[in-house]
């Protein structure tokens, strides 16, 4: 009896080669049409630079240049919060409607609108709130900020310091909750017919989890069953051995 509890037990620790490789098969062709365009909701953190020939003239819309690159501030107070309308303000030109619109769309529109006030404006947006949060069985799981407009799946996994072994490649779930809108999303990362590109490209506060393997609940045997079958195996060998040198 011990022994087949001992076989089993190595046999759940044991994994196939095929669950451990990625992206088995040919990597499907992703269209530059096909690539995720990061666009703008109510609730986003902006950040909109205006730069001017003659920024004396326009001191409060310069001040942002100023500020040194090791800024603690928080996204909240560095930002423009978009209100619940799709709408932020803005000096001089006042409100513009930015939700449902991509970077380069806004980015556009209000150049265009400082345009009827200033020389030759140079407008930067950005996004401050693009995280992603990595969870399960990877080994470090956390909330990672995206500090461009686009981030991968394997790229995230690798923020997350990669899945580990106990980790599930054939069950890892993208969580993504947009626009009011909530979908699921259930990946085998050994397969490369699975990177379709809704979820090749994550979007902002995109969830991945990494379920465990089913062998993952036999590490987790408390010790004292752990040493009571090292106990009853060491003694079934030495029975065996006693019986074996008797006969």
Known sequence: MPWVFVFSLLL??????????YFQGEIPALNESDKY??????????????????????????????????DTRSAYEKGIVVNDSGFIKLPLI????????????ATRIIEMKFKDY???????V????????????????GTYPVLNEKVTLPEALGLAGDISQYGDRQSVRIIREENNQRKDFFI???KASSLTPEIYYLHPDDIIYVQPLKRRAFQNISPSIT?????????????????????
């Open 118 to 124: 200033i020389e030759d404006p140079i407008i930067t």
């Open 12 to 21: 759940f620790s044991c994994t196939s080669q095929k669950k451990l490789v």
């Open 188 to 190: 085998d990362l050994t």
């Open 94 to 105: 006042g409100t513009v409607q930015v939700a449902g619109l991509s970077i380069p769309s």
């Open 37 to 70: 365009q990061l666009k703008i909701f109510p609730g986003d953190i902006l950040s909109v630079s205006v730069f001017t020939i003659n920024s004396e003239a326009y001191p409060y819309l310069s001040a942002t240049m100023e500020r040194p690159y090791s």
């Open 227 to 247: 040493i009571f079958t090292s106990l009853i195996t060491t003694a079934v060998v030495v029975i065996t051995l006693v019986i074996t040198a008797s006969n």
């Open 126 to 141: 950005k996004k401050l709130n693009f995280k992603i949060t990595v969870l399960g069985e990877v080994n470090k799981p």
